[in-house]
Each structure stands twice: as C-alpha cells, then as structure tokens.
C-alpha cells in the first residue's frame, strides 16, 4: 500500500500544519475506500429483450439477456410470475394493435422495502419468461390479432458485489 518510502513519507508530514495533516489523511482515506462498483455508477446495464407472441399459447414469450460484462440483476416484481401475471407498475407492459393501445390489468402484488427477491441475468444464463394475453384489457382475443406488438419496460441494473456468483 505504501509505494512511497516511509523516510519520505515523514519528511513531508513534518512540514505540513496539524490541520493540513488531517485533510491529507482524511483524502487520502477516502480514496482508498472508494468502492470498485463506482466506476460502472455512470453506465447504464447492457442488455436485449426478445419479445415474441405464442397464439397458441395465448401468451407473449420473453428472453431477458445480457450483453454485459458484469452480472445483471432484476427485481422480482417486474418480471412477469410462473403464471404470466404482471405484478409491477401501471403501464409496465401495453399492447400496441391496430393503432390503439391496451394497458397491462393493474395488479398489485405488493412491494419488498429491503432483501427482496431478485433474478440474476448473465450472458450464459437469460432469464425467461411470458405474459399472459389475459393481462390485457382488450376488446378483442389478442389470439386473433394478428399485427400486434408489446411494450415491456424493466430496469435491469449490475448487480452488487455482495450478490454476484
């Protein structure tokens, strides 16, 4: 840690006043307590969502991949749940069709304040999954729609370091 000679360390120290001693270690402290994961702090996650409808299913099937070095992760609530129910925000998910759009059914499943469950996305593991065509107030079957297409927002973010494999 010390790269330079402690001789030359004590020679400096020895001039500076008290309180310009104290601003110097302080600095030099904080800098040697800055975290790693700062320096991704200003990139955003990179990422691909694949969006593709199954009429015979009566669902839309999603791939969340990653296209970054690091770690991905998701929150549970906004990812669609093993029955393809949406639990996240109004207007997470819409169906665009013939000019008009549906909005995802408002479900509130509730919210997680601390140690909540989350999906880990790496580049060999995408996460999966699907929405219902249910989940959408529309007019018509979606099933019989055949120019349709979907809006899914999440936020994917780089995992802690605390998290990662």
Known sequence: MFTVGWLKQATIFRTMKIHELAIFVLAWCLLGCSPESGKRDSVPPMFRMSVAPNDALARFDLVLESEDPHPLCLSAEQWPDQWGELGGWTGQAKVIMHNTV???????????????????????????????????ASSEPLATVV????????QPYVCPKASRF
Not at 108 to 120: I, L, V
Not at 147 to 154: C, N
């Open 102 to 136: 549906s909005p995802s059914k408002f479900k509130n499943f509730g919210y997680c304040p601390s140690n909540c469950t989350r999906w880990t996305i790496t580049r060999e593991q995408p996460l999966h999954g699907f929405i219902a065509y249910d989940q959408f």
């Open 147 to 154: 120019d349709k297409r979907l809006f899914f927002e999440v």
